[in-house]
């Protein structure tokens, strides 16, 4: 019993520690627990960039490498909501 519930422990901790590493970050929004990673654009701002993109991914994507290119140092929530803001501006101005 003792044995399992040490196995059980180290194991959650394994888990945790490559929660906070990068790969463990890109696994997680792969797996849909992108809210629970830090840094990481919320589903509502990733659905929301997504459909304001005409729901093409590519363009999405393409906007989302812009706003990276122009500030690297920011994390992927910070880049997600200033493609939004440019999204909303652009169609503003049509």
Known sequence: MLTVLSALLVLA??????????????????LGL???????????????????CGN??????????AERARFPALTEAEHCRRAIRRVLQEQRED
């Not at 809210?35 to 459909?51: C, H, I, P, Q, T």
């Open 56 to 65: 093409d991914r590519a363009e999405m994507a393409r906007r989302l490498e």
């Open 13 to 30: 901790v394994v888990l945790a520690i490559f929660a906070t590493m990068p790969v463990g970050r890109r696994v997680a929004v792969r």
């Open 34 to 52: 992108r809210d629970w990673v830090a840094g990481a654009a919320s589903s509502e701002d990733v659905a929301f960039l997504l459909a304001r």
